[in-house]
């Protein structure tokens, strides 16, 4: 069960990230917690704005609005330490989920009880919080589902609260996940001077010890600025080779909404490569695709810099670039 929550998180924090959620997703990009206002047309690939939508299609958005769809530094904002907000979302509730008695939990199927703890407290030595939680297993089929009540719980400098409702399915031997679904309305965390509320949903398939795929649907909210980012259906697999990892997203539906831009596709023709302890890929491709076929291509030539192409007449090739640019300036 350990491994298998591993690999889980690992591929939640380059996910999500995306973070992966069914919650929410009307035609008008509505949600119950957090509602997605900004422009719904698919955004236009300009010369002038081609290096924007790439980096953040990277980094989920920026100006104090970002979700960092892949787990790295987020830049700028008001995010004063500097770190992805899906980092630190998905950190915190591996903080707390690494809490839960599995033992105990697998012990109640036997008997179809429900399984219940806390309040746990946090590990921040000043106002730690704490969280609860409540989780069943089906005795038969191993299913189990749960929630889990956060009240200011603090983890590694970021606070939580709210109410996540996760289920899944145990293997036969009750010691692994075959899946694994998160949703919330309203989860409000802080790092620092960052506060964001998310909606949204999180699902898992764990094809095996090392490979994860992770769908999202999020909309996330700076309590600052107000502005929405929406990552729509946005669908990656993570593989973990050991000193790296590989996320490769599938372009079919993975959308991010700009604000003020609209939507754009992405896709990652070439894997993402980030080796343990970088913050940055070192190789691999993202390709936004905006109206008419227009595309921006994000190279990652190593863990310090990156290159961007520009195709604006949507015919295959790219007339414009490369130009080269630095990860930390993101």
């Not at 105990?104 to 746990?120: N, Q, R």
């Not at 969280?131 to 297993?137: A, D, G, K, L, T």
């Not at 921006?296 to 670039?321: C, F, H, M, N």
Request: charged content about 15%; aromatic content about 10%.
């Amino acid at each position: 069960m350990k491994n298998a929550l591993k690999w889980l998180w690992r591929g939640a924090f380059l996910a999500v990230l995306p973070l992966m959620f069914a919650c929410g997703s009307d035609d008008d990009g509505g949600a119950a917690g957090v509602a997605y206002t900004g422009s719904q047309t698919e955004a236009t690939i300009t010369a002038s704005n081609a290096k924007t939508l790439a980096s953040e299609a990277y980094v989920g958005g920026s100006g104090g609005s970002s979700l960092n769809v892949l787990g790295a530094v987020q830049a700028g904002g008001t995010n004063a330490q500097g770190q992805s907000r899906t980092f630190s979302l998905a950190k915190t509730l591996k903080s707390a989920v690494s809490q839960i008695d599995v033992a105990s939990v697998a012990g109640a199927a036997a008997y179809g009880a429900v399984e219940s703890g806390g309040p746990i407290p946090g590990d921040c030595p000043v106002s730690p919080g704490s969280f609860s939680y409540s989780i069943s297993v089906n005795e038969t089929t191993y299913a189990f589902s749960g929630t889990l009540s956060f009240s200011a719980f603090c983890s590694g400098g970021t606070t939580m609260s709210g109410t996540v409702t996760f289920s899944g399915q145990l293997n036969s031997t009750l010691t692994s996940f075959l899946n694994f679904q998160m949703s919330f309305v309203s989860l409000t965390t802080t790092t620092g001077n960052d506060s964001f509320t998310t909606s949204g949903s999180l699902s898992f398939i764990v094809s095996s010890a090392t490979e994860t795929t992770i769908t999202m649907d999020l909309k996330l909210r700076d309590n600052t600025t107000t502005e929405v980012v929406w990552i729509s259906n946005f669908t990656m697999t993570v593989t973990d080779y050991g000193s790296y990892e590989e996320v490769n997203i599938s372009g079919a539906t993975s959308r991010l909404y700009h604000f003020t831009h609209g939507y754009v596709t992405i896709s990652s023709p070439i894997p993402l490569r980030v080796y343990s302890g970088n913050e940055w890929p070192s190789s691999g491709e993202l390709v936004v695709t905006g109206a008419n076929n227009r595309k921006v291509k994000l190279t990652a030539i190593s863990d310090t810099q990156y290159e961007i192409r520009i195709d604006l007449d949507g015919i295959d090739g790219y007339e414009l670039g490369p130009a080269t640019y630095d990860w930390a300036d993101i």
